[in-house]
Each structure stands twice: as structure tokens, then as C-alpha cells.
């Protein structure tokens, strides 16, 4: 992760909500907890969180 990470979080967590995470998309995929940023983040590889994000959106999970 560098200086230039563009983090976004969900179109669903309202602009005043400070319990959800932050995404930063790239060949890996970085998730952190946007009231502890500087406990660090997880990384996913891409495609794994492209699978994981599907399964939701499909109910499959």
C-alpha cells in the first residue's frame, strides 16, 4: 500500500456512518475498518474478492 491507494467505501454506508470498511481495488484488493485505519487492512487477491462479492450479490452466501 502506498500514498496513492484510492480507498472507497460502499454506496450503501450512509455518509455518517463510521461502522463499515474501505475498499481499495487493484490486482489485490485491500479491506480495512474505516474507525481503525491505522490498524492496517487484508488483502485478497482480485478474483477472490470478485468471487466473494458475487456470492453476496447472488445470495449464495
Known amino acids: 500500500m502506498n500514498s496513492k491507494t484510492k480507498w472507497h467505501k460502499s454506496s450503501h ?13 487493484g490486482a489485490r484488493t485491500l479491506v480495512r475498518d474505516t474507525r481503525h485505519r491505522d490498524l492496517g487492512h487484508l488483502a485478497f487477491p482480485a478474483d477472490e474478492w470478485r468471487a466473494f462479492v458475487t456470492a453476496l450479490r447472488t445470495g449464495d452466501l
Do not use: I
Request: contains cysteine; glycine residues 8%; aromatic residues 0%.
Open 13 to 25: 454506508s450512509g455518509a455518517k456512518d463510521a461502522d463499515c470498511v474501505e475498499v481499495a481495488e
